[in-house]
Structure formats: structure tokens, C-alpha cells
């Protein structure tokens, strides 16, 4: 069974970087799909922010790309999430997840982690 | 971006009541379509893909529809455990994968 988890702090102040990490495991990485984040803010809707390849290759959200770095570590089966310049609309719960492969591109998501709170906050 | 509209935004039923949510594009999406259920403080759950699939384990009283840009989920007979908020989603083209806003689905 596929299961992810996100780890990373729970609150940070503006204008510094967020920083999520999402574990793997029942699954390799290495082994295909995209891995991926999305956010929801509290009360409200699904924003996709992006995905990413094992090989690299990355897909971004135009509104956030400015701001956002996905990486992988395929050693240690799990990818993160930067997010630099952060404000209080950045505050959201976090979800990593595992994201199809469609026509060489990202597509559905069909496994996800339970979330993680981030408040942006002073 | 590809604009996602769900409607309607909440939709009060009772158990045992057939219900449909529709979705629709600003652009044709060629049934690269997903819908989630989500339930408070739980991550979205695949329901369907490819607008009419059914992920593997979901109950087949979900169904999907639809073609060109405008979608449908519908749910044969309410059961308790299907309250929750809906949210469509396209995969057509990325980035990003957009998704709709969400429709909330009460008991009556």
C-alpha cells in the first residue's frame, strides 16, 4: 500500500521559506509516476502548486512558480516543497501526493498524504 | 489556466436521494477529469478519473459523465457516509491541474 507523509514545521514567519518534506513508502519513487503538492487554506478549496519526475523534471503553478522550488531525493524516497517569500495567504494545510502519469505531463491524483497545517504568523 | 466551475456550490439531500454535481471548463478537456470526495480534517479521496472511471474500491453507486467541457457526478442513492464536499479537477492541461471550488454536499 502506498502510503505518503509530510513532516516539516508548522509555523513560520513572513518573508521566510517554507519547507515541507513528503516520505514514501509501498512505493519507489525511482519506480515512475509524478509526486506532487497541493494546498488548501483553511475553509477553502484545492490548489494545485506542482509536480515532479523522478528524472527532475518539475511542473509549476504559474501564480507560485516565482516562489517555489519540488525536489526528490529517489535515496531516500521522498521529494519536498520550498516556498520562499512566504505571507499570510500562504497559510494552508499542505498535502504531498501521488500524481499519474498523463501523456507525459502530471495528471490525477490517486494516493495523498493526510496534510499538514502551515500558519503563516509572526 | 483552464477555469473549473462546480456547480452547485452546496446541495442539501437525504439519504436514499439520486443526486448529480455538475462541473465545466472554460475549454474543452477531453475527459482528463477526476472528481474527490473530501471529508472534515481527511485529504481528498479519488472517486473517478478520465471523467467515468471508477478508482478501485469505490462504490458503484458513483458515476461520472460528460465530453467537451462540461461534466457530471452523479450519486444513485445517498448513503450517510457520502456527505461530504465534492471537487472536480482537470488534467488536460498543465500547469495547472485546476480544480473546481468545491460543492458541499449536506444532509437535508
Known amino acids: 500500500q502506498v502510503q505518503l507523509q509530510e513532516s516539516g514545521p508548522g509555523l513560520v514567519k513572513p518573508s521566510e521559506t517554507l519547507s515541507l518534506t513528503c516520505a514514501v513508502s509501498?512505493?519507489?519513487?525511482?519506480?515512475?509516476?509524478?509526486w506532487g503538492w497541493i494546498r488548501q487554506p483553511p475553509g477553502k478549496g484545492l490548489e494545485w502548486i506542482g509536480s515532479?519526475?523522478?528524472?527532475?523534471?518539475?511542473y509549476y503553478n504559474p501564480s507560485l512558480k516565482s516562489r517555489v522550488t519540488i525536489s526528490v531525493d529517489t535515496s531516500k524516497n521522498q521529494f519536498s516543497l520550498k516556498l520562499s517569500s512566504v505571507t499570510a495567504a500562504d497559510t494552508a494545510v499542505y498535502y504531498c501526493?501521488?500524481?499519474?502519469?498523463?501523456?507525459?505531463?502530471?495528471?490525477?491524483?490517486?494516493?495523498w498524504g493526510q496534510g499538514t497545517l502551515v500558519t503563516v504568523s509572526s | 489556466d483552464i477555469q473549473m466551475t462546480q456547480s452547485p456550490s452546496s446541495l442539501s439531500a437525504s439519504v436514499g436521494d439520486r443526486v448529480t454535481i455538475t462541473c465545466r471548463a472554460s475549454?474543452?478537456?477531453?475527459?482528463?477529469l477526476a472528481w474527490y470526495q473530501q471529508k472534515p480534517g481527511k485529504a481528498p479521496k479519488l472517486l473517478l478519473y478520465?471523467?467515468?472511471r471508477l478508482e478501485s474500491g469505490v462504490p458503484s453507486r458513483f458515476s461520472g459523465s460528460g465530453s467537451g467541457t462540461d461534466y457530471t457526478l452523479t450519486i444513485s442513492s445517498l448513503q450517510p457516509e457520502d456527505f461530504a464536499t465534492y471537487y472536480c479537477?482537470?488534467?488536460?492541461?498543465?500547469?495547472?491541474?485546476?480544480f473546481g471550488q468545491g460543492t458541499k454536499l449536506e444532509i437535508k
Open positions: 478520465a471523467a467515468s
Open positions: 501526493a501521488r500524481h499519474t502519469y498523463y501523456y507525459d505531463s502530471s495528471g490525477y491524483s490517486d494516493y
Open positions: 515532479i519526475y523522478h528524472s527532475g523534471s518539475t
Open positions: 479537477q482537470q488534467y488536460y492541461s498543465t500547469p495547472p491541474n485546476t
Open positions: 509501498g512505493y519507489s519513487i525511482s519506480s515512475g509516476y509524478y
Open positions: 475549454q474543452g478537456i477531453s475527459n482528463s
